[in-house]
């Protein structure tokens, strides 16, 4: 298989053409490409929703501490006395109210944020060089 530098098929002095397949072909790989562009940017999007969500519980304990980073430390060494020290039933609510609440923030969150998401996402494919 000639390579495109020795290709019969340009003229001296010319820059070789360079055969990147059918145009279905062109289609296909671009799409591919898109979907991994989406993947990509969809996965990042949802580990700073997840992150934001968390941030949630750490602002929490700092408003509820009034900005003092003992009384910060505290109110979590609090909690986590708490957690230990309780049974096995209420260390189970306490995970079921958790993840609930996590759960109603992410979902909330992400709701909030899908709106900007889509049309940065739509306007950066639309915007993307095409072969």
């Known amino acids: 298989m000639p390579s495109p530098l020795n290709d019969a098929r340009s003229l001296p ?16 790989r671009q799409r591919l ?3 991994a ?7 990042g999007w949802f580990a700073g929703n997840l992150l934001g969500v ?24 609090n909690l986590t006395t708490r957690y230990v020290e309780a049974d096995i ?5 306490f995970e079921h109210y958790l993840v609930q609440t996590f759960m109603l923030l992410f979902v909330g ?23």
């Open 89 to 93: 039933g209420r260390r189970g609510l």
């Open 37 to 43: 562009y989406l993947s990509l940017v969809t996965t």
């Open 54 to 77: 968390l941030g949630c519980a750490v602002v929490f304990f700092i408003v509820l501490s009034a900005g003092q980073w003992d009384a910060f430390f505290l109110q979590v060494d």
């Open 109 to 131: 969150i992400t709701l909030l944020r899908a709106p900007g998401f889509i049309r940065r996402v739509r306007r950066e494919l639309a915007e993307a060089p095409r072969p």
């Open 13 to 28: 002095g010319e820059p070789p053409s360079l055969d990147l397949g059918s145009p279905r072909r062109l289609a296909l």
């Open 33 to 35: 490409a898109d979907l």
